[in-house]
């Protein structure tokens, strides 16, 4: 299993790079970088990635609404020729408030929307060409679309959860990047459709990136109070909701991995059992600095072991 941590857009380009190398100096194999409407996160991913050899990075994740499979397939093969080949493309659907307030267009059928983008999308990383003419999408290539030394074919990757949208994943796409969902929802519910929809298409078995909040910190009441009011924003979201009442929690921070080293080294261990190819941190700051520390350093370990 590989191990990873998200990094915070809150902070300056400086300030993610150094905490990209001190992850990477902790034994941590990949770090991640959300996409909201500040950094574009595929450049970022570009700059952390060349400033810090060996280190995956990865966007988790740019949801397909508001964007075109050209302008994604050029930002991603950009990352990868930029990173030697280290990159790796998350997608997600977004929410309807998100979509329609920020880019003023309607939030509809998103998953006929993810079916195409992905349909479009592949041959774009895999050829650089396209010829797609679907309900929703157009994507085709006067000119040429591959970018030299964008090399292996960036893998997709797609922050589903819900049937529909696993059902897709696994036909379409290399993988998932579920937040929020803890090993009994992974166990009983995400890892098997998505591995159905694969076998079913004939695709090699998915990639289960498990994004989990978590700290290590001698203080976890203090932590856990400050988690309560962070993840309260996924709170308001029906399908977080649902995933963390599937994971047997009925508040996004129940699903924390928040304590000492061996009460977040067991939980990591249910990820894995639960059927996690990798597992990725999130929220690792919200302890301060060297709580942060901390929690890279026992993660530089498991990801080691």
Do not use: C
């Amino acid at each position: 299993m590989t191990i990873g941590v998200a990094l915070s857009h809150l902070n300056s380009i400086d300030t993610i790079v150094r905490l990209a190398r001190e992850a990477r100096e902790a034994g941590l194999t990949s770090a991640w970088f959300g996409q909201t409407f500040s950094y574009d996160s595929p450049t970022l991913a570009a700059v952390v990635g060349r400033e810090v050899p060996g280190l995956q990075v990865g966007t988790s994740a740019i949801p397909v609404f508001g964007r075109h499979p050209l302008i994604i397939a050029s930002q991603a093969q950009t990352a990868q020729a930029a990173t030697g080949g280290r990159y790796h493309l998350g997608l997600a659907l977004g929410t309807k408030h998100l979509t329609e307030t920020g880019f003023g267009i309607p939030y509809e059928r998103p998953i006929a929307r993810l079916r195409e983008f992905l349909t479009a999308l592949r041959p774009l990383l895999e050829t650089g060409s396209a010829d797609f003419h679907g309900e929703l999408l157009t994507a085709t290539t006067p000119l040429p679309a591959a970018v030299p030394g964008a090399e292996p074919p960036v893998p997709v990757l797609v922050a589903a959860m819900g049937p529909q949208a696993l059902r897709v994943s696994g036909a379409l796409a290399d993988g998932i990047l579920p937040l929020l969902a803890g090993p009994r929802a992974l166990a009983d519910h995400i890892v098997p459709a998505v591995t159905a929809a694969a076998e079913a298409a004939g695709r090699p078995a998915p990639r289960i990136v498990a994004f989990v909040p978590g700290v290590v910190t001698s203080d976890a009441e203090k932590v856990r109070q400050t988690a309560a009011e962070t993840l309260s924003f996924y709170d308001r979201f029906p399908s977080y909701q649902r995933v963390v009442e599937l994971s047997g929690g009925t508040r996004a921070a129940d699903i924390a991995a928040i304590g000492d080293e061996e009460t977040v080294a067991a939980e990591v261990r249910r990820y894995r059992e639960a059927g996690a190819t990798e597992v990725v941190f999130t929220a690792t700051e919200l302890g301060g600095e060297a709580d942060q520390r901390r929690t890279f350093a026992l993660l530089g370990e498991l990801a080691g072991g």
